[in-house]
């Protein structure tokens, strides 16, 4: 029951996100996070449960700096080298204004994206399935769900990435394999998020690989379009 309701609120924010106006984002995702949070602790989940424990949070810290210190050395092995740099142009990111691109790399993301898909996704979610099923049923369900997530999102990606049009062209078909390649390799990245915060104990691992993909992805796409603006579609 209470893993059905964390899915009706998480269903019905998808569609509010899409209705709101962009400043209510961020106060939508907090509020939402805190809704979801407030469910996990009324069904006896505790702290440590939900990978937010004092007792992991330093170890989980130490996983974090190297996490995101990592994808920040691919991020920029991949756009020095020419051939994987066309994944980094990007009209979403490259169309932002300096202001606008603070704000989406330190406050959107880690404050928006990152905390609510996180808590939900990692946090109770996965909590919720493993005190059920065991954790490999949990990692299961978070992580197709999370791709799931990204599927309204990913419609988009064929007409703003130069990579995406390139691989899947941009009539109907192509973007319904992008789709349906972005959920899944999203799903993917929800397993591998999910075994961090398994192995740790801690939110804190998922929760700066999370950040750092993002939040780097948007500042490295945006340095991109101003250097090769003009390979963009």
Do not use: K
Request: charged fraction near 15%; hydrophobic fraction near 55%.
């Amino acid at each position: 029951m209470r893993i059905t309701l964390v899915i009706a609120v998480l269903a019905a924010v998808q569609v509010l996100v899409n209705r709101l106006p962009a400043g209510a984002y961020v106060p939508l995702c907090a509020a939402t996070a805190a809704v979801l949070l407030l469910i996990a602790r009324r069904s006896g989940l505790t702290w440590a449960d939900l990978g937010l424990g004092a007792a992991a949070a330093r170890r989980g810290l130490r996983w974090g700096l190297v996490l995101a210190a990592a994808v920040l050395a691919v991020y920029l092995v991949g756009l020095a080298v020419p051939v994987t740099r066309e994944a980094f142009l990007d009209e979403r990111a490259a169309n932002l204004s300096p202001g606008e691109l603070v704000f989406r790399v330190l406050v959107r993301v880690p404050l928006g994206t990152v905390l609510l898909e996180e808590i939900a996704f990692r946090g109770v979610l996965w909590a919720l399935v493993e005190r059920r099923r065991g954790h490999v049923w949990a990692t299961a369900v978070s992580s197709v769900l999370f791709g799931l997530w990204h599927v309204v999102p990913a419609r988009g990606l064929t007409s703003s990435n130069a990579a995406a049009e390139a691989a899947f062209g941009t009539g109907s078909t192509g973007v319904a394999l992008s789709v349906t390649a972005a959920v899944a390799g999203t799903a993917l990245v929800g397993v591998l998020f999910c075994e961090l915060r398994r192995r740790s104990g801690s939110l804190i691992p998922p929760v700066a690989l999370h950040c750092a993909l993002n939040s780097a992805g948007y500042a490295l796409a945006w340095s991109a379009g101003r250097w090769w603006g003009e390979q963009l579609p």
